[in-house]
Structure formats: structure tokens, C-alpha cells
């Protein structure tokens, strides 16, 4: 869709499934959308892991942008709506690679509001099953009259499962 744009300005609340040695000083969500390249959320070992993200406002998402390091990136991965009750939306196909990586969904789902999703790792490339992402941003654009040009950070939350 050409008024597609980045939506990260829209989160305004998301969680994680664990940090690396609960040290969410150097490896918390919070560096999920920093846009440094030096930084990145680094899940503890074991499955499933996952990204919870709440937007200000109802998007109709595109894609997910998403950058994992090599070695560590989701391999079955799965985005679910989470309204209540909680549905699959689709199953997502990352590359076990330090790239920039854009997951599109499929044109039938685009055109769906969504206020929360997950990310779900079911599994992972490393034989551990930890995940590093070091960025996340969406793509898609606000329902129609729920733009929000707020430009502030999103806040951080706990994870629920």
C-alpha cells in the first residue's frame, strides 16, 4: 500500500519473555526500538520466546521489520493477534541472518485492524533457543482517522503469557 509507514512511534506499551541473565540493563526490551546498532534484546535460553507489543491506536499492518543476530534468529515464528480471545494471525519465515529482514504478511490479513500482537518463537536457530533481536519496527499505517503523530517513546511493560 503506497501510505505505508514505519510504526514504531505508535507502540505504546511491550514486553518479552525473558532477558539474558536478567540483565535488562545491557539485553532488555528496550533496545528493541533504541535504533542503535549497538544494542539489542537478548532472550534467556529455552522456548518458546516472544515480543508482546500494544499500539496507541488500531493499525492494518503490512510487515514486520526485524534485524536478529546470525546464529540466533527465530525459525518458527508465529504473530498472533491478542485481543481477547487470543488468535493466530500467521506464521512468519525469518532467515537466519544479520540483515534487515522484512516478514510480509499475507495481503488477506492487511486490511485488518490490529491493537496487540506477539511475536512467538516456537524455536530457535541456536541450539539453546535463545533469540537476539537487535531491531523491530513495523510497517502498515493508522486506522483511517486514529493517526497519532506523537513521537514519544513507548513504554515498557512486563510480558504476559
Known amino acids: 500500500m503506497s501510505d505505508d509507514k514505519l510504526l514504531a512511534n505508535l507502540v505504546s506499551r511491550y514486553g518479552v519473555s525473558s532477558v539474558y541473565n536478567r540483565n535488562t540493563v545491557s539485553y532488555g526490551k528496550q533496545h528493541l526500538f533504541d535504533k542503535s546498532r549497538e544494542t539489542c534484546w537478548n532472550s534467556e535460553q529455552g522456548t518458546p520466546q516472544h515480543i508482546q507489543v500494544e499500539f496507541k491506536v488500531p493499525v492494518k499492518l503490512t510487515a514486520i521489520r526485524i534485524q536478529f543476530q546470525g546464529g540466533f534468529a527465530g525459525k518458527t515464528t508465529n504473530l498472533f493477534d491478542m485481543s481477547r480471545p487470543s488468535k493466530p494471525i500467521c ?6 541472518d544479520n ?16 491493537t496487540r500482537i506477539k511475536i512467538q518463537f516456537l524455536s530457535s536457530t541456536d541450539f539453546f533457543g535463545r533469540i537476539i533481536v537487535y531491531s523491530l519496527d513495523f510497517v502498515g ?3 483511517t482517522g486514529q493517526e497519532d503523530n506523537d513521537s514519544s517513546s513507548p513504554t515498557l511493560v512486563a510480558a504476559t503469557t
Do not use: F, G, N
Open 91 to 96: 506464521p512468519l519465515h525469518p532467515k537466519d
Open 99 to 114: 540483515t534487515v529482514q522484512v516478514l510480509t504478511l499475507p495481503e488477506s490479513l492487511q486490511d485488518i485492524a490490529r
Open 141 to 143: 499505517h493508522a486506522e
